[in-house]
């Protein structure tokens, strides 16, 4: 069962990590746009507009940095909408003094966004970033450019310095071109990673069809010498029995004898039809359940076989107890007679004279249990793999797989058991 507390607590510890992680980006921003701004009223004192053209500048002026801080309040929305925010981002730094404050969401952006819309997003990034960088530029002082002010070495911050391009190309890089070249970096590293896993999936994928397509063209193989071999014998077998039926005459007992012979002989051909759709399509087979009238076996004919069995000279022992038999799945009815045969006809084959326990038990809700034990000292040679035996236990296996249900062979206490468990048909596997 799921820890609630643990899950309780991914979505808060996530919650913490986005707020720290957009408080750092607003503080960040605030200080890249403080500084432009006072850069900015800087370079505006050192130009000594007066008049009513300085008027005009001090207003401009002012809405510039009322702007500008409030801009990296805008990191507040891109967990709804990252984009929008780096588009907004990107015209105020186009045309206000805000800094370079895109390029701290430009990494994320490129990663998440469609590659048409994340390549504009870093050309407005390019361009407003440029723009800002040459307007800083034309400050004189260091007090009044930031570019000066990072690639100049007086300590007098309002003499004029010289421009060195080598430090500012410096600047340029790391604050302009970095975060597109980080950003770009990290989403082709995505798509390397999104690209190989898809490739694990195909290859996944096509071994498993490549199995499939193995095991159908064995079964093919499978089903078309049973039904060529086995079928042309018990085609015989029937004409032959129905030739002496006829020819019993007055000796009933000959007679019926010869009928139950072709009867049996006729039921034989039915199950084989069966089998031989089972092994042609398995899924099929368990599903849409491609079974004669006479072959679909109920859960009420369960006692037959055990009698059966017992007629033959098996020693069981068996209780069954199942309640809405009469509601069970045709396929899954079938499957459960089909089982307790090969059971039995398994301990007839390599325990002729030991005691057989048979039991088996359920219903809807439940599901079906079916356990057969005997000793084990006659049945070593099957665990052993001896080749030849064990095909009955894979015959079962078979079949329990294809219903989704389990089985397993044990030797425990001294006992061979087998125990198998089929869902009912409508509960959960």
Known sequence: MEDRSTSARAPRDRGVRYWSRTAALMFAALMITVLSVSSAEERNRVWAWTGPVGGAADAVQGLSTLVALGAPFLLLLRRKDLANTAWGLGFLQLFFPIGPVMALVLPQVLVREKRNEAETLAFLHVLGGTVWFVRDALGPTPASSLVRFFSSTETVQTDPVDFNVYAASVV????????????????????????????????????????ELSRQGERELIAREVHDVIGHRLSLLVLHAGGIEVAAGDDPELRNSARAVRDNAQRAMDDLRSLVGVLRDPVAGASDAPLSPVSVRSLAQLSSVIDDMADAGVPVASTVFL??????????????????????????KHAPTELVRLQVSGGPGEGIRIESSNPTSARVPVLAGVEGLGSGLRGIDERVEILGGTSEVSTDGGRFRVTVTLPWSGDAA
Not at 323 to 330: E, I, L, N, V
């Open 172 to 211: 340029y890089l790391v604050v302009i071109v970095l975060p597109v070249v980080v950003g770009f970096w990290l989403r082709a590293r995505h798509e390397i990673d999104d690209t190989r896993h898809e490739v694990e999936v195909e290859r996944a994928t096509a071994g498993a069809l490549s199995a």
């Open 323 to 348: 309640h809405s038999a009469d509601q069970a799945d045709p396929v899954l009815a079938h499957s459960v007679y089909r089982i307790v045969q090969e059971l039995l006809t398994n301990a007839r």
